[in-house]
């Protein structure tokens, strides 16, 4: 009926004050007009009260009761009570149908992203929304189609498991698609997406990892905005943690920040993972369990179905103690899987091979740190413990020169090259100085001046080979060795060695 018709629901929602017809005559008397559609239905009393949600009347919700009653005061406070919960349930529903809504909406944007992969690269994709009741939160993953044949892989966190965090990351997304469509760098698409944050919102953060693939070489470009490392597992199972310069959140400072490029080269067969912290930390675990959970995934699941290996990390996230679990019910989780494929060349027989390629910069002491941890973890199978400990020790000597000794940056190259117990390892540090290294003959309490005399008593071989500009200091390890370490030769070379 229209809202013009004469009938105590009309009236309620017109005046936003509720009506009490306490018995069938009185109902008669004031609406005859519709007296003869109700007194079919056997009612005696009825209670007409307004539905106000925002301060406006939303709806009218009717108590009949079977026998006349009059309304106390004590009545009509609980069925007023009643009206007012009535109200606000129905407002949740509302709300929580356009918010479904959304979060499907966006959901589906994201499950389309990585539609039309350029050939020699191939990307999976996992988004499973454990807060809040959405179906989206303020994770989000993104393949975008660069010009050149490029493609960019995005994942990213916006702080909070609501519905404006949800809303946040819709307009995060765009902007990130925007500036890569104009052609800027990482450092670039993560610096201006950072003040578009800030000018959106300044309570709220984001973490993201920014990485430009270029799938024709294999060559990423990785900016990361307070966002956990990427893992690298190479072909033979083994799982890396690739340490990235970054910079802070975005939309800290006002936006302000500067985003550092790290460059890696995706050998065939490698596969990058990028992750919200959500698959690290979920189901009770800390950064470190959970690193270690997901190491394990990676190196036993199988390469060729990167699909499957989506779904098995997935299936280590344990759900949440009920107990002790947060009221949203833990972290939402977004994950990408980039395989740069082998070529049609590479064989089943082919020499198994492990690759280490980093930068250290003057500017960045630390990582001398993660690169010495890298460089254990490319060995972490190695025969010899001895012979691990020695190549850090090398290449830790062979970095800090560079660091103390040049203003330049070091380039470090490790290569692994054959089957379990007879391998040869490789390592290389690179600088642009032009000063070659030469032995020394340092006094019992000098503190450097020691580092080729290492290099003489511990190495298999070793050498030094100048380059167009700068030069390269490399040294060798055969894992099949016996060991010519420093522990073996006489007591009489060792003092003529120092």
Not at 86 to 96: F, I, K, Q
Not at 210 to 227: F, I, N, Q, S
Request: hydrophobic fraction near 40%.
């Amino acid at each position: 009926m229209p809202l013009s018709t004469r009938h105590p629901a009309t009236e309620v929602a017109h005046t936003g004050r509720a009506v009490w017809l306490e018995s069938p005559a009185e109902y008669e008397r004031r609406y005859p007009a519709m007296w003869h559609l109700t007194s079919r239905r056997g009612r005696e009393a009825w209670a007409y009260l307004p539905l106000v949600t925002g301060g406006k009347v939303q709806g009218v919700w009717l108590a009949a009761f079977g026998a006349p009653r009059t309304f106390s005061g004590a009545d009509r406070a609980l069925l007023r009570t009643a009206a007012a919960l009535l109200a606000s349930a129905l407002e949740r529903s509302r709300t929580g149908s356009a918010e479904l809504a959304l979060s499907r909406g966006l959901r589906s944007s994201m499950g389309a992203a990585a539609d039309g992969v350029r050939k020699g690269l191939t990307v999976a994709n996992r988004y499973v929304p454990t807060g809040g009741g959405l179906m989206v939160g303020g994770d989000w993953y993104d393949v975008i189609q660069l010009p050149g044949g490029k493609i960019a892989c995005v994942v990213g966190d916006v702080q909070g498991h609501d519905v404006h965090a949800a809303g946040l990351m819709s307009q995060l997304r765009t902007a990130v698609h925007a500036y890569a469509a104009e052609g800027h760098g990482p450092d670039a698409i993560l610096a201006r997406t950072s003040r578009f944050l800030a000018a959106l919102d300044e309570d709220r953060f984001a973490t993201c990892l920014y990485v430009e693939a270029d799938p024709a070489t294999g060559v990423l470009m990785l900016a990361r905005a307070g966002h956990p490392h990427p893992v690298l597992r190479l072909p033979d199972g083994t799982c890396l943690i690739k340490h990235v310069r970054g910079g802070l959140p975005l939309g800290l400072l006002g936006g302000a920040n500067d985003y550092p490029v790290d460059l890696v080269e995706l050998d065939p067969g490698e596969i990058l993972m990028l992750c919200t912290d959500g698959l690290i930390e979920n189901g009770g675990d800390d950064m470190f369990t959970g690193w270690a959970r997901l190491r394990d995934a990676l190196t036993e699941a199988d390469p060729d179905d990167l699909e499957g290996m989506a779904d098995r990390l997935l299936d280590t996230v344990e759900p949440p103690d009920p107990e002790t679990a947060p009221a949203h019910g833990g972290d939402d989780i977004a994950l990408l899987l980039l395989r740069r494929d082998s070529h049609p060349e590479d064989g089943a027989g082919a020499v198994p091979e492990r690759r280490l390629l980093l930068t250290l910069r003057q500017d960045r002491p630390e990582g001398l740190a993660e690169a010495r941890e890298e460089l254990r973890l490319l060995l972490h199978d190695w025969s010899r413990q001895d012979q691990v400990d020695t190549a850090v020790l090398l290449t830790s000597e062979l970095l800090g020169n560079v660091l103390v000794h040049t203003d330049q940056s070091a380039a470090l190259g490790a290569r692994l090259l054959g089957h379990p117990g007879a391998r040869h390892l490789r390592v290389e540090v690179t600088d642009q100085g032009d000063e070659l290294p030469h032995r020394q003959a340092p006094g019992e309490l000098a503190s450097s001046g020691r580092g080729l005399i290492l290099l003489d008593l511990l190495a298999s071989t070793w050498g030094v080979r100048p380059e167009p500009e700068g030069k390269t200091v490399w040294f060798e390890l055969d894992e099949s060795e016996e060991d010519t370490g420093a522990a073996e030769k006489s007591e009489e070379e060792l003092l003529k060695g120092w």
